[in-house]
């Protein structure tokens, strides 16, 4: 299994990126997707995750209404929307499946992207 993320760079704050996680080695569709992200010295952190369907999504607190999870199971692809971007959106984003898993003990996880919000 592999989880290819892309997308992550340097904007303003206020900006807005767009990550995408190609996932490829799973049947897709059967998989819930989530993004998660590690600032430097802090601790892995849930921003979303999203249910095999696309039908429910989930997100943490400190980005509702700013960032969007959807996903294409035709083209096997989670992306995360960001928005209004903030200094503290700082971090590495990582994508993640699990079959029923939600949370930080998802199954698989892909490598990171880096996202740098300036002030």
């Known amino acids: 299994v592999q989880l290819q993320a892309s997308g992550g760079g340097l904007v303003q704050a206020g900006g807005s990126l767009r990550l995408s996680c190609a996932a490829s080695?799973?049947?897709?569709?059967?998989?819930?997707m989530g993004w998660f992200r590690q600032a430097p010295g802090k601790e892995r952190e849930f921003v979303a995750t999203?249910?095999?369907?696309?039908?429910?999504?989930s997100y943490a607190d400190s980005v509702k209404g700013r960032f969007t999870i959807s996903r294409d199971n035709a083209k096997n692809t989670v992306y995360l929307q960001m928005n209004s971007l903030k200094p503290e959106d700082t971090a590495v984003y990582c994508c993640?499946?699990?079959?029923?898993?939600?949370?930080?003990?998802?199954?698989?996880w892909g490598k990171g992207t880096q996202v740098t919000v300036s002030s």
């Open positions: 080695g799973l049947t897709f569709s059967r998989y819930i």
């Open positions: 999203i249910m095999w369907s696309g039908s429910s999504a």
């Open positions: 993640a499946a699990d079959r029923t898993v939600t949370t930080g003990a998802m199954y698989y």
